[in-house]
DNA sequence: CTTCTTACA
DNA sequence: TGTAAGAA
């Protein structure tokens, strides 16, 4: 579940894709990101890389802007998701540190004793 | 040929 | 936001 995620970042297609599949400008797409609202990688050759997360960012951003917003709006959404992603990333820590106390507690050896399996 | 940066009759 | 110029 995680390893899908992890290609959905990865940053593989140049922006003359992008401006095909989103229908914006280079001058959009670069003046969003000049903006903070989405964060390509870079090429060892300074080129421009974007992800299929960041196609969807796009498409969300010509969204809003359509109904209406601002880019400064859109921009505060961005960063409390971002705010809620990071509370979600600790709560699963929490889990898991929770459950492997509970483990050493009632006895159990992960990565261990496993002769008997 | 595609992309990057910078600047503005 | 568009577009031109020069470099990469």
Do not use: C, W
Request: aromatic share 6%; net charge positive.
């Amino acid at each position: 579940m995680a390893e899908k995620e992890l290609r959905r970042n990865m940053a593989v297609l140049p922006i003359g894709t992008v401006r095909k599949l989103t229908d914006l400008t280079d001058r959009q797409i670069r003046y969003y990101e000049a903006q903070g609202l989405i964060t390509p990688a870079r090429t060892a050759s300074n080129q421009r890389m974007y992800s299929l997360n960041d196609i969807d960012r796009l498409l969300e951003i010509k969204d809003y802007l359509l109904v209406g917003d601002s880019i400064a709006n859109i921009k505060r959404i961005y960063a409390k998701q971002a705010q809620h992603e990071s509370d979600n990333i600790s709560a699963h820590q929490a889990r898991q540190a929770l459950q492997s106390e509970f483990l050493n507690l009632v006895g159990f050896k992960v990565n261990q004793n496993r002769k008997g399996l």
